[in-house]
């Protein structure tokens, strides 16, 4: 099983990137995907999560209306698009498989750090 975060960086307050998550090894259009982060000296939580067929997502309130998670079955990938960025998301973004049989297993995350 793997799951292999990307597409993180530093961006100015207000500003935007795309995480990708591609997996492998499970199967990715059978289940739910859930999209967490950490931020230095807190609990890793949940920010996003969507549907094995993308019908239907969930969003922190913290990042609601900001972020918005997005699937491609065909390429066993999940996506988060981050606009309007603010310092406090400043964290490892990771994403995970919470309901499925590897919901134990976990990539090694993309930083993302918001700052001017």
């Known amino acids: 099983v793997q799951l292999v975060e990307s597409g993180g960086g530093l961006v100015q307050p207000g500003g935007s990137l795309r995480l990708s998550c591609a997996t492998s090894?499970?199967?990715?259009?059978?289940?739910?995907m859930r999209w967490y982060r950490q931020a230095p000296g807190k609990e890793r939580e949940s920010v996003a999560t969507i549907n094995n067929t993308g019908g239907s997502t969930n969003y922190a309130d913290s990042v609601k209306g900001r972020f918005t998670i997005s699937r491609d079955n065909a390429k066993n990938t999940v996506y988060l698009q981050m606009n309007s960025l603010k310092p406090e998301d400043t964290a490892v973004y990771y994403c995970?498989?919470?309901?499925?049989?590897?919901?134990?297993?976990w990539g090694q995350g993309t930083q993302v750090t918001v700052s001017s």
């Open positions: 090894g499970f199967t990715f259009s059978s289940y739910a």
């Open positions: 995970n498989a919470p309901f499925s049989p590897v919901k134990g297993s």
